[in-house]
């Protein structure tokens, strides 16, 4: 049943489909990571005609932390976070064991993230909930950022459980 040779890692740059779906949530990142120099040159700009703009500190400030969440997920295919492998190489025999349980768990952690953030999303945009600044951003939009987040870290969790069953090991 455990086969190392599958056809998704016997071919470099072959991913799963819920790795694909990830990774694309992690494009959404990156174009936001191009976008955002613009508003901070236009306050800069404005700043030397003395003209600051209020809305760039507050809106870049909530991009930034969707950049981090939408890359949450393909993170975890990749690699790029923190793991600890220490059981894993003690006991060779049960990899394919903790590689599975480690994708429960980041299944799992995930689902939560989902549930809980579009609970308190849903909460922010019933009580109109507004930052205290004066640009007032619902804080509905960027509360989005954790169910996106879950979303792209449940998907990555599945995939994660398959490769591991499929004889590939689980980032």
């Not at 072959?14 to 613009?38: E, N």
């Not at 950022?145 to 969790?157: K, R, T």
Request: charged share 10%; proline share 6%; net charge negative.
């Amino acid at each position: 049943m455990l086969n190392t040779d599958t056809q998704y890692e016997s071919r470099p740059g072959i991913h799963s489909p819920l790795t694909a779906i990830a990774r694309w949530i992690c494009y959404a990142g990156v174009a936001l990571i191009l976008l955002l120099p613009l508003p901070v040159l236009y306050e800069v700009v404005a700043d030397q005609l003395e003209q600051p703009p209020i809305w760039v500190f507050e809106t870049t400030g909530y991009v930034i932390i969707l950049i981090a969440f939408l890359a949450s997920g393909y993170g975890l295919s990749t690699g790029h976070h923190f793991k600890v492998e220490l059981l894993a190489q003690r006991f060779p025999a049960m990899a394919t064991q903790l590689a599975v349980l480690s994708g429960i768990l980041e299944a799992v952690f995930g689902l939560i993230l989902l549930s809980a953030g579009a609970m308190q999303a849903y909460a922010a945009f019933e009580q109109d909930m507004r930052s205290d600044t004066l640009l007032a951003v619902p804080l509905f939009w960027p509360m989005l950022a954790f169910p996106m987040g879950g979303f792209a870290i449940l998907v990555q969790g599945i995939g994660n459980i398959l490769k591991a069953v499929r004889g590939g090991r689980s980032s």
